[in-house]
């Protein structure tokens, strides 16, 4: 009698079935993101007056250089995953590890930047300008934190040897959500970026 295999027991399919999860999470993900960018857009558009408006700061040049950053940590994360790929264990590991720590670095530079507008009293009570630029940071930063905590589990298992070449489900999933964070965040700061120049 021939043995049957389900999904759950077949690598391959559960591979697959684990991206489509991811894919479906990453949807529900660039929902919300989208409708946020659109208030924004809306409310720009309402606001014929000048952003940022007279006595606040403008976006904090920090901001063009965590982009710089988190676009070099989506390259990292690529290479990272041709490396296992291939089974180049050392290149892999090194590789996730740039990465991871510059994700950490996109992080610490997002927090420098609030510290930049808090000090150069950019208050929600003064300005819309302001609220779409908390809100947008942070609604990113919480999610990019969110993949700093399973990325330290993946360098984790990393450095067990539990990655091969025909089973590594975990750093697929990973790079996918990564990727769609640098998506995310060039889509955001653009958008913030065309608020400071679009004029009614």
């Given at each position: 009698?021939?043995?049957?295999?389900?999904?759950?027991?077949?690598?391959?399919?559960?591979?697959?079935?684990?991206?489509?999860?991811?894919?479906?999470?990453?949807v529900?993900?660039?929902?919300?993101f989208?409708?946020?960018?659109?208030?924004?857009?809306?409310?720009?558009?309402?606001?014929?007056?000048?952003?940022?408006?007279?006595?606040?700061p403008?976006?904090?040049?920090?901001?063009?250089?965590?982009?710089?950053?988190?676009?070099?940590s989506?390259?990292?994360?690529?290479?990272?995953?041709?490396?296992?790929?291939?089974?180049?264990?050392v290149?892999?590991?090194?590789?996730?590890?740039?990465?991871?720590?510059?994700?950490?670095?996109?992080?610490?530079?997002?927090?420098?930047?609030?510290?930049?507008?808090?000090?150069?009293?950019?208050?929600?009570?003064?300005?819309?300008?302001a609220?779409?630029?908390?809100?947008?940071?942070?609604?990113?930063?919480?999610?990019?934190?969110?993949?700093?905590?399973?990325?330290?589990?993946?360098?984790?298992?990393?450095?067990?040897?539990?990655?091969?070449?025909?089973?590594h489900?975990?750093?697929?999933?990973?790079?996918?959500y990564?990727?769609?964070?640098?998506?995310?965040?060039?889509?955001?700061?653009?958008t913030?970026?065309?608020?400071?120049?679009?004029?009614?």
């Open positions: 009698m021939k043995q049957r295999i389900t999904p759950f027991e077949d690598p391959r399919a559960r591979t697959e079935a684990g991206v489509m999860g991811m894919l479906v999470f990453i529900s993900l660039a929902m919300i989208a409708a946020t960018i659109l208030g924004l857009v809306v409310v720009r558009i309402e606001d014929d007056g000048p952003w940022p408006p007279a006595g606040m403008a976006l904090p040049s920090l901001l063009a250089l965590s982009t710089v950053v988190i676009l070099v989506s390259l990292t994360m690529w290479l990272t995953t041709r490396a296992i790929a291939g089974d180049r264990q290149e892999f590991r090194r590789w996730l590890w740039t990465t991871f720590a510059l994700g950490i670095a996109f992080l610490v530079l997002q927090v420098a930047a609030w510290s930049q507008v808090i000090a150069d009293e950019l208050d929600f009570d003064r300005h819309l300008y609220w779409t630029f908390y809100v947008l940071t942070a609604l990113h930063a919480l999610h990019v934190l969110g993949g700093i905590g399973p990325m330290a589990v993946v360098v984790r298992h990393a450095g067990r040897g539990r990655y091969r070449a025909d089973q489900r975990g750093v697929t999933y990973l790079a996918m990564w990727h769609f964070l640098d998506l995310a965040w060039v889509s955001l700061y653009a913030l970026v065309w608020g400071t120049w679009f004029r009614s």
